[in-house]
């Protein structure tokens, strides 16, 4: 887009207006041709604000409002509203609830590291506006809220809820981006307009018994790449080999139930999971590590076992979890 084009798109949008977007971090909108859906406007005391859904095969991805900043430069504010499934994944279950009373927290913790919102939180965000009455028209209504704002300390995300009659929570992720984020936008695709009467349909061809019908051609199948053999591991062991996405997948529902790679795997496919006492992980330590370790402790640099201890204890207190004793060989 040239600089005027920069200025002058969002007038442009409407229902039915695709939107083309450049490369982002976000994976919902990213390199996308995107539709424009219906519109919701927001209504506060003294300012107002479009939001219009963002549609990909006429399924709602997230919202979109452009925005000002305090120096009058646009900016573009990516919205999505959590599920049930989402919030319980992002937020302790006590803090969920501290959510309908935003006056009593200032500040508010998430998980970052869910899979499928990693681009669009961060761990901590410092409430802005909390209170403010305001209203949501769509559907030819308004619906009155209460509206509190939590913004990240680099001013990029932001979590919004919205308090409704009948204490009904919607809470949204944003994510302000800037209009360079647009590309192009194109017109809303024509229809083909649909026939009002009978009259106007097409004719039926009359059936023609001595039309020769042609037998279907039946062509081979398309050659597929042969499958990966499973790497060879250690004896009793099979290394799989996965696609990125589906990795972060698993690791991520082993992480949220406290589970080793290993066992979540063995549970998916239906193996029995033993009880588990302990998690290796792997820590390459150089002689210089223990030397730089060794004065953190203040121990010696040939004291492994205190310091595998030790370092055993830093680990609990930044979990908040307190370890069962293990012992180490020096």
């Known amino acids: 887009m040239t600089a005027m084009q920069q200025a002058r798109w969002p007038q442009q949008l409407a229902e039915g207006v695709r939107v083309r ?63 049930k499934w989402e919030l319980q994944k992002l937020f302790a279950e006590e803090d969920t609830l501290r959510l309908y009373k935003p006056e009593d927290n200032r500040v508010i913790f998430v998980r970052e590291h869910i899979y499928g919102l990693r681009e669009w939180v961060t761990m901590k965000y410092t409430r802005r506006i909390c209170g403010v009455e305001g209203k949501k028209i769509y559907g030819g209504k308004a619906h009155p809220f209460s509206y509190a704002l939590y913004v990240s300390e680099t001013n990029d995300r932001a979590i919004e809820l919205e308090l409704h009659e009948g204490n009904r ?112 992980f792997k820590l390459p330590l150089s002689e210089k590590d223990y030397r730089a370790l060794a004065g953190r402790y203040g121990l010696e640099a040939t004291q492994h076992g205190a310091i595998h201890e030790l370092i055993l204890q830093e680990l609990a207190e930044f979990t908040g979890e307190r370890p069962r004793q293990h012992t180490h060989a020096s």
């Open 169 to 280: 929570l919607e809470v949204y992720v944003t994510v302000y981006r800037p209009c360079s984020d647009v590309e192009q936008l194109l017109p809303a695709p024509a229809r083909r307009p649909e026939p009002r009467f009978a009259a106007e349909l097409p004719e039926e061809t009359p059936a023609d018994d001595n039309k020769v019908i042609p037998i279907p051609v039946a062509h081979a199948p398309v050659a597929k790449a042969p499958e990966k053999e499973p790497l060879p591991g250690r004896s009793g062991e099979v290394m799989l080999e996965c696609e990125p996405h589906i990795a972060a997948r698993i690791i991520s529902e082993a992480v949220d139930n406290d589970m080793r790679l290993s066992d979540l795997i063995r549970k998916v496919l239906g193996l029995p999971v033993y009880t588990q006492e302990s998690v290796h």
């Open 21 to 83: 977007f450049a490369h982002t971090p976000q994976p919902e909108v990213a390199n996308k041709l995107l539709a424009v859906g219906s519109a919701e406007i927001y209504e506060f005391s003294n300012v107002s604000f479009t939001s219009w859904q963002l549609l990909e095969d006429d399924l709602p991805l997230c919202s979109m409002i452009v925005a000002e900043s305090s120096q009058g430069r646009p900016y573009l504010a990516l919205s999505r509203c959590l599920n």
